[in-house]
């Protein structure tokens, strides 16, 4: 069944940033050096691409973000797949996008705040506060707390959520928010996996990113109607953003933006670990059907 003979690890999550000690590149060639073992490697957007210069090369090269076969050069190894098709999402984002194929999509009436486990630049306050400025009674915001925000982050969440007991509702350190992603009708956030989590499930989604590293992919990704991105570096692009959610206080407005997103939902389709399974696993289909 396996069609990558003795394929042991898999590396993923690797970050291919210039201020490590020593880069992601180099850790994985000292693996194929020192242990001969056959390895797929989960790449990173761009710039921050898996390279590999030496002949231990890895077997298989995972490149799952929309547009990469022409973002980037085809890496030096045995295999690569390439392409959103192969977006890594958890199962209930697949089991959630096939019984919605089986209806309408329809728009939620709730926003969802997500930024990421830990949310360093703390945009979930930055986009709270901006909501909260001028909060319309008829507004309901869910907001993701990540499990690593410490506690004093936490305690400040509560308090705000005090002070709108009947609109802001918090989730604290959960590991999954497929359902709450179904549910909502608009998701504001970082830039993450979440990206994909709304596509698949249809939701239109604005998001921020705090640095230009990834701007190429994210003006393609932005550019193809997946989401919308906000680089906060660039001015025009954080007055664009807060304007956005200001006006999400408008059920008018609110009722516009909040249609689903019917091109990201066809095109991310929560297939990808099936895929990447089959193509170096030789795993069947049916092991990865919508449960």
């Known amino acids: 069944m396996n069609k990558i003979p003795n394929l042991t690890h898999v590396i993923t999550d690797f970050c291919h940033h210039e201020r490590t000690d020593i880069s992601a590149n180099e850790i994985i060639e000292s693996i194929l050096n020192t242990r001969r073992v056959s390895i797929a490697v989960i790449d990173s957007m761009p710039p921050h691409h898996f390279e590999c210069s030496n002949d231990n090369r890895p077997n298989i090269v ?45 728009a939620g009436k709730k926003i969802l705040i997500c930024c990421g486990g830990s949310d360093p ?19 309901n915001i869910e907001v993701v707390v990540g499990k690593l925000f410490n ?24 590991s999954n928010i497929a359902d709450l992603v179904a549910d909502c009708g608009v998701l504001l956030g970082s830039v993450g996996l979440i990206r994909y989590e709304s596509a698949c499930l249809g939701k239109p989604s604005f998001l921020v990113q705090n640095n230009s590293d990834y701007e190429a992919y994210l ?40 249609k689903p997103n019917l091109n990201a939902f066809e095109l991310v389709d929560g297939y990808g670990v099936q895929r990447i399974l089959n193509n170096f696993l030789g795993v069947e289909d049916q092991c990865f059907m919508p449960m």
């Open 62 to 106: 995972i490149t799952p973000y929309f547009g990469a076969d022409s973002l980037r050069n085809s890496p030096n190894c045995d295999h690569w797949l390439a392409g959103v098709q192969y977006a890594i999402l958890d199962q209930e984002y697949l089991n959630l996008h096939h019984s919605i194929k089986q209806r309408e999509l329809s």
């Open 121 to 139: 630049n703390r945009n979930s306050e930055f986009i709270l506060q901006l909501l909260t400025e001028k909060l319309s009674p008829q507004i």
């Open 151 to 174: 506690a004093s982050r936490v305690r400040n969440f509560k308090n705000m959520a005090k002070m709108f007991p009947e609109q802001i509702s918090l989730h604290i350190g959960r």
């Open 219 to 258: 003006r393609q990704f932005d550019r193809a109607g997946l989401g919308r991105i906000f680089l906060l570096q660039h001015e025009d692009e954080l007055s664009r953003f807060e304007t956005i959610v200001h006006n999400l206080n408008s059920a008018e407005h609110f009722a516009e933006i909040s």
